[in-house]
């Protein structure tokens, strides 16, 4: 089993700490009382961790690269590829349509029903991800879905005429909006709320049209906020699983689903790291993208905090 | 008269309201969706699932995973509050040092998805399996690793509105011990943060799948997405369920938040 | 550059029940700086959001230099304002801010003008700082530049200095009225803080309800206040027990001129000001000193006499020989006084 790790730095700087026994004791006892917390993230989240690492560089219990080499595969890389369009195009969708909603909500009443009501819908519906989402969506345009039979018997349309892509990209891209929209509605919604009513009527006192508004106020204003957003909403896509997972039954067109290929292959032997491989690969884009949104965070909170 | 701050304010609201209605129409289509496949069979589908006993015997996977993902929202509420609340509360009193080692420990899961910790998980759960067993509800020690970021940042918003360290100050200058502080002081006044973060620790859980799926375990996303491939109607129909259980919830935490707020008043 | 004068023509603005306007009429004249004044709610935002375009009035007129602009949008009414909160925006430095007018207009060198105007506000070294680094009293300075900048025709201020503290606000108050005289722009400042307002405006306006109660100097607002609720408004009142006389309105035992002459009585109240009330130490006096309050160069006294209290300021170094407890003479100064409603 593994061993419990030691506390955390017992020598980290403390401005009030004074170089007396008693006060070194009094902080051991206080630091035990953490050790519950770190004990139980160690094993659960810091040793999973070092797992991918570690076996994304190891080849026959050896250190290796050809993992990382393999993930110059043509297949992983088309997988990387996709994902990164999936991800990049559901969250531009989602940004814009989520931002244009937000941006109803703010000029509606601050306490009113309208108000309350999509930001409620918009909490539930951000989280209706996975399984129960896909399932949704087969009802609703599935091959005997709602909307196909009713576009087919009334319309004469049929949605599946040139193949069925509900089980494909483009019906993921589908799909991934319906809770990249709400997202995009929480995490934005926070910075419009930050822009002050004066700022508009300084702009109009000083002459300023609606349009130089937008061009030079608001919108050099909220872009931090909307490129922020656009990128969590980037990470978010790229790290589903479970919907892509209920949908697509054949191939394995994105990371995720690759990963899960890796994992449950019987096939071939030491699949196992190149699933890891992917694993960090996924964690390294992933780490980028939530750092630069990290960043853009804290612009936007020194302006419209 | 040129009312024009008025003219601007009616163009906002035809805006505002052709926006709402368009994705109104967009999000509400599939719910409509799903009631309509749900309806085909004349309503045998809900009655079938309002019925428990008659449920599990038609689809005992189904009651399965109901029940498992019922234990492990219950059991991670538990662990989260266990292990999250005192920690939190002491480093914010004891070690303001750890605060952001603390912050960044749990903000960690972000980065990370479900799909890449589930990887790195199978070796470590092979050991749990040994010494615990390899029933579903063990899942819970993974899922409080999945629900850090949202419970810490509720709670760590709880314990700043209420200016812990003043309050802890205060009681500790009229006597209290570390403990009194936590049970009497701290933790009667956090409690819609606490609720909070419990009620999204079980939205999190109930809608789980990829560790689960991928650690062959029983849940109730699982059960749903194996359902599927037999009794389509079924599956639809569950998920519905699942969906505005989540959405009852959510409601209730609001309505719970707002009237604190205005008893605090 | 000289000022244009401005009209407000019978201005009605209702929010339901609510008349935040109720026939306003004020008259600026070229390059003066009117102050207006009132408890929350009395219309003096209103007043000036209407001015500005900012907010549409039910009816009414509003004209500067002779030109009705009652219809025209806030960006083609050519003033300058400065907000009371939040005037500058965030993400421009403070050079930036003040060039922002000046470019909206499409001049191509604005830097010139722009440090110009912020040296005459008074902070020539802070051209490169942004809003989150400036104090408050330094944003509402670059504010000031920044509506300065574009040469309005009018300079509207909506209660600069509220959010402010203490020393800082009276420091500003003091640059503003330099500024706006040697600009000479015609301004119009809201607050209500009175000592603010009598300090800068050439003239005062003390607004209620909605209309204007008074529109004068600031002496003769505090000297002569034309009703009961300026005298009461503006500086401390007492309230004391009278009677109408031929000459005016007799109160223990002096006879004190009416601002006004007014009929009715014979039992009136009369507004008093503090500083009109001597107190003198009297072994036969019929007051009684009940607190005395330390001020600073003046103190305040409260006085009884039989049920009235009275309060009187007076010269701090009087204030030894007036323990609680001592018997006082109370005189009234001859100053003209109103009368309560």
């Known amino acids: 089993m593994t061993d419990v790790v030691a506390a955390p730095d017992l020598l980290a700087p403390q401005p009030e700490v004074r170089a007396g026994r008693r006060v070194g004791i009094a902080r051991l006892r206080s630091l035990l009382g953490t050790i519950p917390f770190f004990a139980y993230v160690v094993i659960f989240l810091v040793i999973p961790t070092l797992v991918v690492v570690i076996g994304a560089f190891t080849e026959d219990g050896r250190f290796s690269l050809s993992n990382l080499s393999a993930l110059g595969d043509g297949y992983i890389v088309e997988a990387f590829g996709r994902s990164i369009v999936l991800s990049a195009s559901t969250a531009v969708v989602g940004a814009v349509l989520g931002a244009l909603l937000a941006y109803a909500l703010v000029t509606a009443k601050p306490g009113g029903l309208l108000r309350r009501v999509v930001t409620a819908a918009s909490g539930v519906l951000a989280q209706f991800g996975g399984v129960t989402l896909a399932f949704a969506f087969l009802a609703t345009i599935g091959l005997t879905g709602f909307v196909t039979v009713f576009l087919k018997d009334h319309l004469g349309i049929d949605l599946y005429a040139n193949g069925v892509w509900l089980f494909e990209l483009p019906g993921l891209v589908l799909v991934y909006t319906y809770f990249q929209i709400p997202l995009m509605v929480i995490v934005f919604l926070p910075a419009l709320d930050g822009i002050r009513p004066q700022w508009r009527e300084a702009t109009e006192s000083l002459g300023g049209t609606t349009w130089q508004y937008w061009t030079r106020v608001a919108g050099p204003l909220l872009a931090p906020a909307f490129l922020g957003s656009t990128l969590l909403l980037f990470a978010n896509a790229f790290s589903a699983y479970a919907t892509a997972a209920a949908l697509v039954s054949q191939g394995n067109p994105i990371v995720p689903l690759q990963i899960r290929s890796a994992l449950t292959s019987e096939v071939v032997l030491g699949q196992q790291n190149l699933g890891k491989a992917m694993a960090l690969g996924m964690v390294v884009v992933v780490a980028i993208v939530m750092t630069l949104y990290a960043l853009l965070q804290r612009r936007t909170s020194r302006w419209l905090g | 008269m040129a009312g024009l701050i008025a003219r601007r304010a009616r163009r906002q609201r035809t805006f505002r309201w052709i926006v709402v209605i368009l994705l109104g129409v967009f999000f509400a289509l599939p719910l409509i969706a799903m009631v309509e496949f749900t309806t085909r069979d004349g309503g045998d589908t809900w009655k079938l699932l309002v019925d428990w006993p008659k449920l599990s015997d038609t689809y005992p996977d189904l009651a399965t995973g109901i029940v498992a993902s019922l234990g492990q929202a219950a059991l991670t509420a538990l662990l989260m509050l266990v292990l999250l609340v005192p920690t939190a509360v002491w480093v914010r009193l004891r070690l303001p040092g750890l605060r952001r080692l603390v912050e960044f420990i749990c903000l960690l899961p972000l980065t990370i998805p479900a799909i890449v910790l589930v990887v790195g998980l199978a070796p470590v759960y092979a050991w749990v399996n040994y010494f615990l067993g390899g029933s579903s509800l063990t899942l819970t020690f993974a899922y409080t690793i999945l629900v850090l970021p949202y419970a810490y940042r509720s709670i760590d918003t709880g314990l700043s509105a209420i200016d812990v360290k003043t309050l802890a100050e205060a009681a500790r200058s009229l006597g209290a011990s570390w403990g009194a502080v936590m049970w009497k002081v701290v933790l009667p006044n956090i409690r819609t943060a606490v609720l909070s973060a419990a009620f999204l620790t079980v939205a999190l859980v109930l809608g789980e799948f990829t560790i689960a799926s991928l650690l062959h375990r029983d849940n109730l996303q699982v059960a749903i997405e194996l359902l599927g491939k037999s009794s389509a109607t079924m599956s639809v129909a569950v998920s519905f369920a699942a969906l505005v259980l989540a959405f009852v919830l959510l409601l209730l935490l609001s309505l719970f938040g707002e009237r604190r707020r205005k008893a605090a008043r | ?341």
């Open chain 3, 1 to 341: 550059m000289t000022g244009v004068a401005v009209h407000l023509n019978d201005l009605r603005r209702s929010f339901g029940a609510l008349h935040a306007l109720d026939g306003l009429d004020l008259a600026i004249q070229p390059g003066e700086l009117v102050a207006l004044l009132g408890p929350s709610g009395c219309g003096k935002t209103t007043a000036l959001r209407v001015l500005a375009g900012l907010e549409d009035s039910d009816s009414g007129r509003v004209l500067v230099d002779g030109k009705d602009i009652t219809g025209l949008p806030a960006n083609r009414r050519d003033m300058g304002m400065v907000f009371q909160a939040y005037s500058l925006f965030p993400h421009l430095t403070a050079l930036q801010n003040v060039e922002f007018g000046l470019k909206l207009r499409g001049r191509k060198t604005t830097a010139g003008r722009a440090n110009e105007m912020l040296e005459l506000v008074g902070i020539g070294g802070f051209a490169a700082r942004y809003p989150q680094q400036l104090s408050g009293g330094q944003q509402q300075r670059v504010a000031l530049a920044r509506a300065l900048a574009i040469q309005p025709k009018v300079l509207l201020l909506d209660e600069p200095l509220s959010a402010l503290d203490a020393k800082v606000r009276v420091q500003l108050r003091d640059e503003i009225k330099r500024i706006q005289v040697e600009v000479g722009t015609t301004t119009l400042f809201v607050t209500h803080d009175q000592e603010e307002a009598l300090a800068v405006a050439d003239r005062v306006g003390v607004m209620r309800a909605g209309q204007l109660e008074q529109l004068a100097a600031p002496a003769e607002i505090y000297l002569k206040p034309a009703t009961a609720f300026v005298a009461d408004f503006v500086g401390l009142s007492n309230r004391l027990p009278g009677r109408l006389t031929d000459g005016g309105v007799e109160v223990f035992g002096s006879t004190l001129p009416l601002v006004t002459p007014a009929t009715g009585g014979p039992g009136v109240t009369a507004l008093v000001r503090p500083e009109s009330v001597d107190v003198t130490p009297a072994a036969d006096g019929t007051g009684k000193v009940l607190t005395t309050s330390f001020l600073g160069p003046t103190s305040r006294v409260t006085v009884e006499v039989g049920e009235t209290l009275v309060i009187a300021q007076i010269a701090s170094g009087r204030v030894s020989e007036l323990a609680p407890g001592t018997p006082v003479r109370v005189e009234l100064r001859p100053v003209p006084v109103a009368l309560e409603a």
